[in-house]
């Protein structure tokens, strides 16, 4: 890897933000050679890397790069197959957290690991006292807390149950806690991904106190703009290996996104299209009040072959509900829907995906996939009736098998097997099989509901290939999204919803992004 | 109004907190497993292992303080078995619970015809004896219910409060109650979840096994078929009744044994009126009633019944 020959010395490299700490050029965390496989697919293959006192290293990579498992070795979740890491220039032992912890490692998992029914404080202090002692010392353990909220900006009340805490709260407890036991070395997984842009800011400044007092800190990311705003260096991990290094200084947002993806990242171009015939009519459609977002009143749209409609807005003003229409789910208390020309009656989602409504739901792993059956049996799950998968009442695992081969060949999915557990998959490669299974039939209809939602630039570009290929045959598609810009790259019109009700459609270009804004807002008065 | 100056008589109270004490021990043994993350259904076979245990130590010339801790080891035995089963292998908890009951209700009596072929009336041995409480057990009523009991029964009452300072001010208390909430809180906290979790259940299968010796050591003197009858259900769901919690437990299997106590009562006064069925069915109605009204709004251990697989994903 040659971590010395790319990194600038202190004194002569570009100044940064954080650089100006570290000042000894003492290794405090060595990895070497670490490789980890789960079945057939390699995590993590043969990383190393060295991290110095005092430095913020960005660790930068797609979904399923494999920089989560990296960290869940360091930090004895995980057994490494090959490979060693050394702590303070003593080898730590694998497999332990409390190795791990004594070793002066801490780590704030993505997914917290706080217990609900208990304190901060209570959560804290688990695990930093002997077990047999007789007492836990509440009042030392709480005057630490508060002195280390002060010193870190880190407000949160020791005797708050951790139920009742934010998200944003819950993330200072987890820092709280490695800070508590002296952790000089602190691992944060993806840590902006539950934050609001206020919360993000809190915690790029407690990474800045933290580093002056000379604490090292590996920062997990995917957000190009969050690693230049907070790091010294960035390590790129691409498909578990480490795919480059550099000081964050002297490097850019396009370069660090070609190391990610492995090729430069260029939008889709989207080719005029003549848009064809209407393909599903909604007209004056009302729903009840089932379910947390807006409910709908009088809403029509239509969407045409070869176009894509593109629905702006803010979430929860009906969007969801909207979804839940055209997919079957929900039900109408006025108006009607017309699918090539004829009204429909009956409305449901067997009724929907048999008229050629393709859906990419919301929420892949609550709805769109079920995380403890097989990729294949999930591929299946909208067609496992029809005799391509079923003869005589009796599922052709056979064909259900191939099918799914054929989509993690077709739809570029990283999975180890047909037979592996969904869940075992990153957001990406879900949201691909979801892709496949949902494009496969080569639906008329396709309704993409947030089908790039929380997925890495490599991924987003692909959901989108897919949907103007799909386009581009013929299809007419809605696209649901919460980010203006996507909605602005792919759309052909544009509508947007606001508490339940939706504009008038503009075509590409016609109106500006502060118009839209201003729809999205509820000002609706000159909507044609 | 006959019906109702029975709750006023001394005779009846002894009798509530008589029949209170084996729920106590078998409550508090379910709660700790539970907060720990496991339900313990062998609670049922795990009491009737403690009830022959406790009394044949005793029969075999043993002392009634060592019939206690052989029981207790005993059950701690059966606790382990569990364990092993249902925390490092993650088996099903309910089919593993099931199984201990019927595996050690069967070998305990399988052991007894073993040991005592030739009996056709279980042998008696001398059981604990009511201790009262110099000063306090002459308060009316309350005293003499409370403090004229045996020394089993004050060990329930200190279990309570044992437990209850051990889940809430202790560090190995906030190990137990974070491997029932979210186990990974506590593996990332460099505590072991397979040790916390098997060591809870193995505590409280001792505290199960002792609730059933009260049985045959206090309550009555000898062991017979089907004497823990049901109890260990009913501490199941004590626990529930208690949100998880030693002191409401404790209230949860008074009123329970009150009940119990006030319907043999009403059977002698109804006696020919009504069946006497109906009357042994009233304490299972109120709880089933009490379950329904307190239970909605209980919060389970969240982990609970979720097997923990380290460095799984």
Redesign the interface.
């Given at each position: 890897m040659g971590a010395g020959a790319v990194f600038a010395g202190p004194a002569g490299g570009p100044l940064h933000l954080f650089t100006k700490s570290c000042m000894t050029r003492e290794a405090v965390l060595r990895l070497s050679g670490i490789t980890k496989r789960f079945g057939p697919l390699v995590a993590n293959d043969a990383i190393s890397f060295e991290l110095m006192r005092g430095e913020v290293i960005a660790l930068l990579g797609e979904n399923g790069a494999g920089k989560t498992t990296l960290m869940n070795i360091l930090f004895g979740h995980y057994v490494a197959d090959e490979g060693a890491v050394e702590a303070f220039g003593a080898p730590l032992h694998p497999g332990d957290p409390k190795a791990a912890l004594a070793a002066g490692i801490g780590m704030v998992h993505q997914h917290f690991t706080l217990a609900d029914n208990m304190t901060v404080l209570e959560n804290i202090a688990l695990g930093t006292a002997p077990l047999w002692r007789p007492r836990l010392d509440r009042g030392a353990a709480r005057a630490r807390i508060r002195a280390l909220s002060a010193d870190f900006g880190l407000s949160v009340e020791p005797d708050a149950t951790v139920a009742a805490l934010t998200v944003g709260e819950r993330q200072r407890v987890e820092i709280l806690k490695a800070l508590y036991r002296d952790a000089r070395i602190l691992i944060l997984d993806e840590p902006t991904a539950v934050l609001t842009p206020g919360e993000t800011e809190a915690l790029f400044r407690t990474l800045k106190l933290l580093v002056a007092k000379g604490l090292s800190i590996i920062f997990i990311s995917h957000k190009l703009a969050e690693v230049m705003a907070v790091s010294d260096r960035v390590l790129v991990l691409r498909a578990g290996r480490l795919a480059g290094e550099r000081v964050t200084a002297s490097t850019g947002r396009a370069e660090l996104a070609a190391l990610m993806v492995g090729q430069e990242v260029v939008s889709p171009p989207v080719p005029a299209m003549r848009s064809g015939t209407p393909l599903l009519v909604l007209s004056e459609v009302s729903t009840g009040g089932r379910g947390t977002g807006a409910r709908l009143n009088r809403v029509s749209l239509t969407l045409r072959a070869g176009e894509i409609t593109g629905l702006a807005g803010v979430s929860g003003n009906g969007q969801s509900a909207l979804a839940g229409v055209i997919a079957g789910t929900e039900t109408l208390t006025t108006g009607e829907i017309e699918i090539g020309g004829t009204v429909v009656s009956a409305w449901s989602p067997r009724e929907a995906l048999r008229r050629g409504i393709g859906r990419i739901p919301e929420d892949r792993h609550a709805v769109g996939t079920i995380g403890d059956m097989s990729v294949a049996e999930n591929v299946i799950s909208e067609q496992y009736r029809t005799a391509r998968f079923a003869r005589h009442g009796l599922l052709d695992w056979a064909a259900a098998r191939a099918f799914a081969e054929e989509i993690i060949r077709d739809y570029d999915v990283k999975c180890p097997s047909p037979d592996s557990r969904i869940r075992l998959l990153s957001g990406g490669n879900m949201q691909k099989l979801i892709l496949g299974r949902a494009l496969d039939p080569k639906p008329r209809i396709i309704l993409a509901n947030q089908p790039t939602r929380g997925l890495d630039v490599g991924a987003v570009s692909y959901v989108h290939r897919r949907l103007l290929e799909a386009r581009e045959r013929g299809a007419a598609i809605l696209l649901i999204s919460e980010d203006l810009e996507e909605i602005l790259a792919l759309s052909d019109r544009i509508v947007v919803m606001s508490r339940g009700r939706l504009s008038g459609a503009s075509a590409r270009g016609e109106r500006t992004i502060a118009e839209l804004g201003e729809l999205m807002a509820g000002h609706q008065g000159e909507a044609a | 109004m006959e019906a109702l100056d029975i709750l006023v008589t001394t005779s009846f109270w002894v009798a509530a907190i008589r029949i209170a004490s084996p729920l106590i021990f078998a409550t508090l043994g379910e709660l700790i497993c539970e907060r720990a993350g496991v339900l313990n259904l062998g609670i049922e076979g795990i009491m009737t292992v403690g009830a022959f245990a406790g009394w044949f130590t005793v029969y075999s010339g043993g002392d009634l303080w060592t019939g206690v801790f052989v029981a207790a080891f005993a059950g701690a035995a059966f606790g382990l078995l569990h364990a092993t089963l249902t925390v490092p292998l993650g088996l099903s908890q309910h089919v593993v619970g099931i199984g201990i009951t019927l595996l050690a209700t069967s070998l305990t009596y399988f052991t007894y015809r073993l040991a005592l072929p030739q009996v056709t009336s279980p042998p008696k041995i001398e059981p604990f004896q009511p201790l009262p409480i110099p000063g306090l057990s002459q308060i009316p009523v309350i005293g003499e219910a409370m403090f004229s009991q045996t020394p089993l029964t004050y060990l329930a009452f200190v279990s309570v409060a044992v437990v209850a300072w051990v889940l809430y001010?202790?560090?190995?208390?906030?190990?137990v109650?974070?491997a029932g909430?979210?186990p990974?809180?506590?593996?990332?906290?460099?505590?072991s979840v397979t040790a916390v979790r098997m060591g809870a259940v193995m505590a409280g299968s001792a505290l199960m096994a002792i609730g059933g010796a009260f049985l045959t050591m206090s309550a009555f003197n000898s062991f017979f078929f089907q004497m823990v009858n049901g109890r260990g259900w009913i501490a199941i769901a004590l626990v529930v009744f208690g949100s998880w919690r030693p002191g409401k437990a404790l209230i949860g299997a008074i009123l329970f044994a009150a009940f119990d106590a006030y319907q043999i009562r009403l059977q002698q006064l109804a006696g020919g009126v009504l069946p006497y069925q109906v009357f042994l069915m009233l304490p299972y109605v109120l709880s089933i009633l009490a379950l329904v009204l307190v239970a909605r709004r209980a919060?389970y251990?969240?982990a609970l019944m979720i097997p923990y697989q380290?460095?799984e994903?």
């Open positions: - | 001010r202790t560090p190995l208390g906030l190990a109650r974070a909430e979210n990974s809180a506590v593996e990332a906290q460099g505590i919060t251990p969240k380290k460095g994903r």
